[in-house]
């Protein structure tokens, strides 16, 4: 059985542009979440899925991030415009039926904005 | 402040010694996470608890609702489990609320 899964696992871009990060749950959760670790500090909420539906979206910094799953299953975060301060590691984790369930990490995505 | 804290933030010991690594956080919680992330970076759930202990093999996790407080104890540490322990509250919401994460290192 597959974990989460996300891609790419390293993205580099130039200031300006806009990147997109997939993230895969592992089959069957319903509740997906999207979290920001800088380095050398905690992962830092983002935002959160239960099927399609963004139940919370107040960890977004601002309207530059974005983050869908359409089909309640594969979900994408957004950048637009990147800036500097946005280099961080982007991790998405899995549930498999929202509070009370553990979470399941990805391998994350290490963003680098020169 | 931040609403989940951990103590310390730096852990050095010797193989063999018992450590507690602590966790106090000011908000409502559903539930507690103990974490271990490894120097590759990979994020591992060791343990989520709402009351009282569980035990997995050296690891055990505590948790004291009145007091908002939380302790994850190795016995028996080895250099294998030098990581860092990251706390991390479950808010109302079930997004998680991390501490800022405690690094073991443990010498042969």
């Known amino acids: 059985g597959a974990g989460v899964s996300q891609s790419p696992r390293y993205k580099v871009t130039k200031r300006g542009q806009d990147v997109a990060l997939r993230c895969d749950p592992i089959?069957?959760?319903?509740?997906l979440y999207w979290y920001r670790q800088a380095l050398g500090q905690g992962p830092e909420f983002l935002t959160y899925?239960?099927?399609?539906?963004?139940?919370?979206k107040s960890g977004l910094p601002n309207d530059r991030f974005s983050a869908e799953r359409p089909e309640g299953s594969i979900s994408t975060l957004t950048i637009q415009r990147t800036e500097q301060r946005d280099s961080a590691m982007y991790r998405c984790?899995?549930?498999?039926?929202?509070?009370?369930?553990?979470?399941?990490f990805g391998p994350g995505t290490r963003l680098l904005v020169l | 402040k931040n609403e989940v804290e951990q103590s310390p933030q730096n852990l050095t010991a010797q193989e063999g010694e018992f450590i507690t690594i602590n966790c106090s956080y000011s908000?409502?919680?559903?539930?507690l996470h103990w974490l271990q992330q490894h120097p590759g970076g990979g994020i591992v759930s060791l343990f989520m608890?709402?009351?009282g202990k569980k035990k997995h093999g050296r690891l055990i996790a505590t948790i004291n609702i009145q007091e908002k407080h939380s302790s994850l104890h190795i016995t028996a540490s080895h250099p294998r489990d030098s990581a860092v322990y990251i706390c991390?509250?479950?808010?109302?919401?079930?997004?998680?609320?991390f501490g800022k994460g405690t690094k073991l290192s443990v010498k042969p």
């Open positions: 984790a899995s549930s498999l039926a929202g509070r009370a369930e553990t979470q399941y």
């Open positions: 089959s069957g959760h319903v509740s």
């Open positions: 899925f239960n099927y399609e539906a963004q139940q919370d």
């Open positions: 908000v409502g919680i559903s539930a």
């Open positions: 608890l709402s009351s």
């Open positions: 991390a509250a479950r808010g109302s919401q079930g997004n998680l609320i």
